[in-house]
C-alpha cells in the first residue's frame, strides 16, 4: 500500500517555517544585507581604507573632495617606538599608522633631501614646498644619537631601537621612490575633516549593528523575565508588573532615551542601555499574552503533576513556546535601536567623536545638503535606510514563517 502521507507532515516546525522564510524573496533578500553588514563590522578595519582607530585619520587639506578623488601623498616615517598590534587588536580598535602621510603635487631630490610641494587644493606650483631628509622619511630615526654623513657618502644613524643603519642616498632614494610614494583615491571622497568617507561608513556599521544588537538583547532580558513572571504568577505580582508596564510605555519612547542617557551620560556604552531600557515593554507584554494563554493547557498541568518547579515549567516548557512572537518583535525592536541610536547621534548626545555614527555623520555634514556636496548627509541616511529597511522585511518574513494558520495552508497545499 502507497504511503499517502505528506512529506511536509514528517517534518519539524522549525525546519518547516524555514522552507516558508526561504520562499519569500523579499526577506531572503534582507537576510543578506544584514549579513554582508554582520561582515563588515566583524571584519571592520581588515576592510577599511583607512584602519587607524575610529578611521579618524584627517588630512585638512583634503576638506569635502568629490567621490573617486586621487591624490599623491609622501609618508614620512613617525620618530617613534614601533606599535606592535596583534589581528585581534586590530580587529576590534583599529591600527595607528606608524607614518604620516602629506599631500603633494610634485617632488624631487637634492642632496640627501626630498623636497615636495604640498597639496593646497589650488593649481601645481601654488602649493608650499617643504624639505625633508632622507633618511627620516624611511627610518623612525632617534635624533639624541649622532647622525652624521660619512666620507664615502653614506649615512650613518640609530632608530629608535638602537640599531646602527647605514645607507646610501641612492638606496634612500630608491626606498623612497618604491614604498612612500603612494597614491591614494577616495572612492567616495573626503567629509569636512579631510577624513575618506567610505570608512567612516564602514566603520559605523559596527556602531550601528553594535547598538542594535546589546540593545535587543538587554530588552529581551528584562522584558522575558518581567512578562514570564507576570504571566505565570498572575495576582497582585501581575498586577504590580503590569503596572509597572504602563508607566513605562505611556513615556514617549525618544524622551525616554535621552532622559536615560543624561541620567547616565554620554557615550557609546550608555547609548546601549539608554535604549536597551525603553524597548522592554513589548516583549514584556507579547510574553505576558502568551504565557496566560499557555499556562492552563495540558502540558502545563501535567509538569506540575510531575513535581516540576515554577522554574522548570517557566524556562523549559512555556518560554520555548512563545518564542516565534518575541523573535519577530526583536527584528522589529533591532530597527528601532538603529533608528534611535542614529537620532541621538544627530542630536549630539549618542556615541561621541571622533567615533563614527551614520547619526553624526548627518549632523556634521546636513549644511552641505544645499550646496554641491549633498552626498555628504545622504550617503549615510541611506545607510540607515538600507538597514532598517533589512530588519524590517525579515521580521515580516519572520512573521509569516512562523505563522501557524501559513503552516496549515502550506502543508494543506
Known amino acids: 500500500m502507497a504511503n499517502t502521507k505528506s512529506p511536509n507532515k514528517s517534518k519539524s516546525l522549525s525546519h518547516q517555517a524555514w522552507q516558508r522564510f526561504k520562499r519569500n524573496n523579499i526577506a531572503v533578500v534582507g537576510s543578506v544585507i544584514i549579513l554582508i553588514s554582520i ?14 582607530p575610529s578611521a579618524n585619520e584627517m588630512a ?12 599623491n601623498t609622501l609618508k614620512v616615517t613617525k620618530n617613534q617606538d614601533e606599535i606592535s598590534v596583534n589581528i585581534f587588536s586590530k580587529l576590534a580598535f583599529g591600527e595607528p599608522r606608524p607614518y604620516r602621510e602629506i599631500p603633494i603635487y610634485d617632488y624631487w631630490f637634492e642632496g640627501e633631501n626630498i623636497v615636495v610641494e604640498s597639496y593646497t587644493g589650488l593649481e601645481i606650483n601654488n602649493g608650499i614646498e617643504a624639505r625633508y ?13 649622532l647622525f652624521k654623513r660619512t666620507a664615502d657618502g653614506y649615512l650613518e644613524f640609530y632608530d629608535f631601537e638602537g640599531n646602527k ?47 542594535g544588537f546589546i540593545s535587543v538583547i538587554i530588552s529581551l532580558l528584562l522584558g522575558v523575565l518581567l512578562g514570564a513572571l507576570a504571566g505565570f504568577f498572575r ?3 501581575d498586577d504590580l508588573i503590569l503596572w509597572f508596564i504602563q508607566v513605562v510605555w505611556s513615556i514617549p ?5 535621552i532622559a536615560i542617557t543624561f541620567a547616565l551620560g554620554k557615550g557609546f556604552w550608555q547609548i546601549f542601555i539608554a535604549v536597551g531600557l525603553s524597548m522592554w515593554p513589548d516583549i514584556a507584554r507579547i510574553v505576558r499574552g502568551q504565557i496566560l494563554s499557555m499556562r492552563e493547557m495540558e502540558f502545563v498541568e501535567a509538569s506540575r503533576a510531575l513535581g516540576f518547579s515554577n522554574f522548570r515549567i517557566i524556562t523549559r516548557h512555556i518560554l520555548p513556546n512563545t518564542m516565534g512572537p518575541v523573535i519577530v518583535v526583536s527584528a522589529a525592536n533591532f530597527a528601532t535601536a538603529i533608528l534611535l541610536e542614529a537620532g541621538l547621534s544627530f542630536l549630539g548626545i549618542g556615541a561621541q567623536p571622533p567615533m563614527p555614527t551614520w547619526g553624526g555623520m548627518i549632523k556634521d555634514h546636513y549644511g552641505y545638503i544645499i550646496v554641491d556636496a549633498a552626498y555628504l548627509a545622504i550617503l549615510p541616511g541611506f545607510a540607515i535606510m538600507i538597514m532598517v529597511l533589512a530588519f524590517v522585511l525579515v521580521g515580516n518574513g519572520l512573521r509569516d514563517a512562523l505563522d501557524s494558520r501559513s503552516a496549515q495552508i502550506s502543508s494543506s497545499a
Not at 631628509?133 to 644619537?145: Q, T
Open 39 to 52: 561582515m563588515v563590522a566583524i571584519l571592520g578595519p581588515l576592510i577599511q581604507p583607512d584602519s587607524t
Open 60 to 71: 585638512l587639506q583634503l576638506t569635502t573632495k568629490k567621490p573617486g578623488f586621487t591624490v
Open 133 to 145: 631628509n632622507l633618511a627620516d622619511v624611511v627610518y623612525s630615526i632617534n635624533f639624541n644619537n
Open 165 to 211: 643603519i647605514r645607507k646610501s642616498v641612492d638606496e634612500l632614494i630608491t626606498e623612497i621612490e618604491m614604498n612612500h610614494i603612494v597614491t591614494r583615491k577616495y572612492w567616495l571622497g573626503t567629509d569636512r575633516f579631510g577624513r575618506d568617507l567610505l570608512s567612516r561608513l564602514l566603520a559605523g556599521t559596527r556602531v550601528s549593528l553594535s547598538v
Open 235 to 237: 495576582g497582585w505580582v
Open 253 to 257: 519612547t525618544l524622551l525616554l532615551v
